[in-house]
Structure formats: C-alpha cells, structure tokens
Nanobody
C-alpha cells in the first residue's frame, strides 16, 4: 500500500510559477511510476505528466509541454511538478498518482494509488 500526500497548491496569477510536491510512503519508491493528473468540475481527469521509476522516461500532455516539468527524488520518496507560465486554463485540482510498475503511462486507469488532490487556481 502506498499513501500519497500532495502539497504546494494555491492561488497565483497568470504567468506565475508554482511547484507541487507529492510525498509517498510505503514500499520502495523507485518501484513505482508516478503521474500527475488534473480535474475540473464536470470533466474527466486529465493527464498532465508522468515519470518512470528511475526517472529516465518522462511524458507530458501537449497542453503543458514546455511549461511544466516533472521530476522525482527517490531518496526522498517525492515527486514534483514545477509549473511555469501558468494560464487560467491550468486551474484545476491536481492529483498525484502511483502505479505498480516502473513504466510510465499516460492512462489514469493504469494507476493504483491516488493522493487527495491539491487545488491550483490561476487568476487572469
């Protein structure tokens, strides 16, 4: 079992930056691929970024490519999402997720554990 706790959300202005963190507890952190997803009311959960267990493979949604950076520190059991040049359309609840297995994947149904989410609001 893995517990995930996100932090770092908040209210920012368009163009600002924000870093989300997700701390994991449980088994060997590097055994899990990690992902970030986001969701707004009435919409399906949307893929944002994913990183493999070793950190060697990374994928981004087209909507955030070039603005967001996912990274992980396996020694600290933490995955990060650095968000820059934020836009109002980035406003959402952001979720951290872990999957059993090191291969990164963009599909939310492949993830086994989820955090409680952290709200990011970008004002224009």
């Amino acid at each position: 079992q893995v517990q995930l706790v996100e932090s770092g959300g908040g209210l920012v202005q368009a163009g600002d930056s924000l870093r989300l963190s997700c701390a994991a507890s449980g088994r060997t952190f590097s055994a899990y691929a990690m992902g970030w997803f986001r969701q707004t009311p009435g919409k399906e959960r949307e893929f944002v970024a994913t990183i493999s267990g070793s950190g060697s493979r990374i994928y981004y949604a087209d909507s955030v490519k070039g603005r967001f950076t996912i990274s992980r520190d396996n020694a600290k059991n933490t995955v990060y999402l650095q968000m820059s040049s934020l836009k109002s359309e980035d406003t959402a609840v952001y979720y951290c997720a872990a999957r059993n297995g090191v291969v990164a994947t963009t599909d939310y149904y492949n993830y086994d554990y989820w955090g409680q989410g952290t709200q990011v609001t970008v004002s224009s």
